[in-house]
């Protein structure tokens, strides 16, 4: 039977259409913030894939657009409030048909002052509503269900965001200690600690799905099982996860010095899958700032703990953040942060600039510093360091490394990580060389710049 051109191209309309109407919603979730962010956001994309939407990169192709807001210290406020805008706009012109914010700038203002302020918003949930924002998404844009009831339990519904072969893997929620600079306890609430054979499961899909690498992420991992019924703690907790086959690095990030026992030295220093790297968030040396920040410790104690990990775990790569301009810190307590960095020699170090956080017990203390002041400080504080960062690569030369390839870097190159290196916030090392991102290789190392390594894959 033959048709007409005419009837052809009608046939045709009615095909695109009937394709149209039936395209699987398309979701967008736009990541602002840490690590534990990102988890967050690998879960809403897991559970809504599972049900069918389709993910995409880009805002302007999205017909849910997600963003998961944060709200730690006042730039990243305005960042998020600046990314909730401008995906107003693309909802005004009708590209987007559902907005979502979700996580922390909730937390701090709620529900009703969001969407006040920005009309466009249609639902703001607080962290830890998952199963709220799929509801929301379902009704708004319906689909047939494609997985089981209860898939939200299922502890391997995550979409990865980090690079091939590196997962994240939150141990825990919240914070129970009480930093005078933290918003972290009214956001996302006290400690709650997941239970160790969720951890394990979740870690064995992640291996199976080819994650080599694993980083532990709380807000103080070293907190993790004291609100755990049979006092399960972190050294249990790693003891465990070793044994999950295929994992070849276990990485540990925010490591609070006061919660490093004896058992997790040794355990770094015994353990080939724990990656000889700490990252210690210090906050400063001052005996005195530190007490008014709430903290434990002092630049004496801390430098006795560098010893004592150097001298257990040689090699060990040790990392640290401090906050320079706290309210009260004059120049005697100023040139106890200098002195201490030049004492302690860490391979990786940030400092940020203290910001008054509304809500804060810091917010009212006396002895504000000026803004002026509190960024001079962090550019001085991080000048000392890049000699450091200089020395300690250098010493690298020479010598034959693990790396874990992140990405190609033209047709003869590839950019990869050493032990020494967690993603993002660490240098890395440009190689020689082809690889598969997420393959482990071995590499001789060449050379070394202020921040990063290069090398020759063996």
């Known amino acids: 039977m033959k048709y007409s051109r005419t009837e052809k191209r009608k046939a045709n309309l009615k095909q695109k259409s009937s394709t149209k109407r039936h395209r699987k919603p398309r979701v967008c979730v736009i990541n602002l913030g840490c690590p534990k962010n990102q988890v967050d956001a690998e879960a809403i994309l897991g559970a809504l894939k599972h049900r ?94 494609l997985v089981k009831p ?43 600690s997941r239970p160790i054979d969720a951890i394990v499961a979740e870690a064995k899909a992640l291996a199976a799905g080819g994650v080599r690498e694993l980083i532990l992420i709380a807000q103080d991992i070293t907190s993790y099982g004291n609100d755990l019924e049979g006092r399960f703690g972190l050294t249990d907790l790693l003891d465990r996860l070793v044994e999950v086959p295929s994992v070849h690095w276990i990485r540990l990030m925010y490591v609070y010095p006061d919660g490093i026992s004896e058992g997790l030295v040794q355990r770094l220093a015994g353990q080939s899958k724990l990656c000889k790297y700490l990252d210690m968030p210090l906050q400063h040396a001052s005996r005195k700032i530190l007490r008014r920040m709430g903290r434990a410790g002092d630049g004496d104690k801390f430098l006795e703990l560098i010893a004592h990990l150097r001298q257990q775990v040689p090699g060990i790569a040790l990392r640290t953040t401090l906050i320079t301009g706290f309210p009260g810190e004059g120049r005697t307590e100023y040139q106890e942060l200098v002195s201490f960095i030049q004492q302690a020699r860490f391979d990786r170090l940030g400092v940020f600039p203290y910001w008054r956080e509304k809500g804060t017990l810091a917010a009212k203390m006396s002895g504000q510093i000026s803004s002026p002041t509190r960024k001079r400080r962090q550019r001085e504080l991080m000048d000392i360091q890049v000699g450091i960062s200089r020395q300690r690569l250098a010493s690298y030369v020479g010598s034959k490394m693990e790396c874990l390839v992140e990405e190609p870097s033209g047709q003869k190159h590839i950019i990869a990580r050493t032990f020494r290196d967690a993603p993002e916030v660490d240098g890395g090392i440009i190689v020689t060389g082809r690889a598969r991102p997420g393959e482990i290789i071995r590499v001789r190392v060449t050379g070394s710049t202020d921040h990063d390594l290069t090398g020759v894959m063996l």
């Open 150 to 192: 209860g898939f939200l339990e299922e502890e391997n519904a995550r979409v990865l965001l980090s690079s091939p072969g590196t997962a994240y893997l939150k141990i825990a929620e919240g914070c129970s200690r009480k930093c005078a600079f933290c918003l972290i306890p009214a956001l996302r609430g006290p400690l709650h």
């Open 52 to 145: 069918g939407y389709m993910s995409v990169h880009d805002p302007e192709n999205a017909d849910i657009l997600i963003v998961n807001t944060c709200a730690f210290i006042r730039p990243a406020e305005e960042e998020a409030l600046q990314v909730l805008v401008e995906a107003a706009v693309l909802k005004r012109r009708k590209r987007v048909k559902l907005l979502i914010a979700i996580s922390c700038l909730v937390s701090k203002y709620g529900e009703k002052k969001i969407r006040a302020a920005i009309p466009e918003v249609d639902y703001a949930f607080p962290p830890g509503k998952l199963d709220c924002l799929v509801e929301a998404v379902e009704k708004a844009a319906p689909i047939q269900r």
